[in-house]
């Protein structure tokens, strides 16, 4: 119907692109880029700001069966051994289980928008170049934080 195979990336299920389709619809001229998109699926953080300090962050109350279908599928990526489930991990990490799963659902909407507005197929090798370009990064970062510690004092 789309186009393109939604069930290809990982952990969308035939169901679960069924229902994105139902609720998003065909037409992704309805958002700007993929930042609204997110946005309209309740995966963007709602960051409140007054007087240049940050006063919360939480996620807007509005219910979206598309993100929380996301959501669910975005559950089960820490589980899977592929390239976005290495990216759930990682922001897992940092952020905790129930934001790890928000990240994930949020890189899930980019993916889907990018492959429905484009018409292009889900291509697992880009994530796996940007995994490696940031491992180079880190190890480049950490080779010089060692290098720091030894002429230190």
């Not at 998109?37 to 953080?45: I, R």
């Amino acid at each position: 119907m789309v186009g393109v195979d939604l069930c290809k990336v990982e952990c969308i299920s035939e169901i679960s692109a069924m229902e994105l389709i139902a609720e998003i619809g065909l037409d992704m001229n309805q958002w700007k880029n993929s930042k609204h998109f997110a946005a309209w699926l309740n995966l963007a953080p709602n960051t409140k700001i007054t007087g240049g300090k940050i006063i919360s962050s939480r996620m807007q109350k509005k219910k979206n069966q598309a993100g929380l279908s996301l959501r669910m599928a975005a559950s089960n990526l820490s589980k899977t051994k592929s390239q976005l489930g290495d990216y759930t991990r990682k922001m897992r990490s940092r952020v905790g289980k129930k934001g790890a799963v928000v990240v994930g659902a949020h890189k899930l909407s980019r993916i889907i928008y990018t492959m429905i507005k484009n018409q292009v197929e889900y291509r697992p090798e880009v994530l796996m170049e940007s995994q490696q370009k940031w491992k180079q990064q880190r190890i480049m970062h950490l080779e010089k934080q060692l290098q720091h510690l030894k002429t230190a004092p």
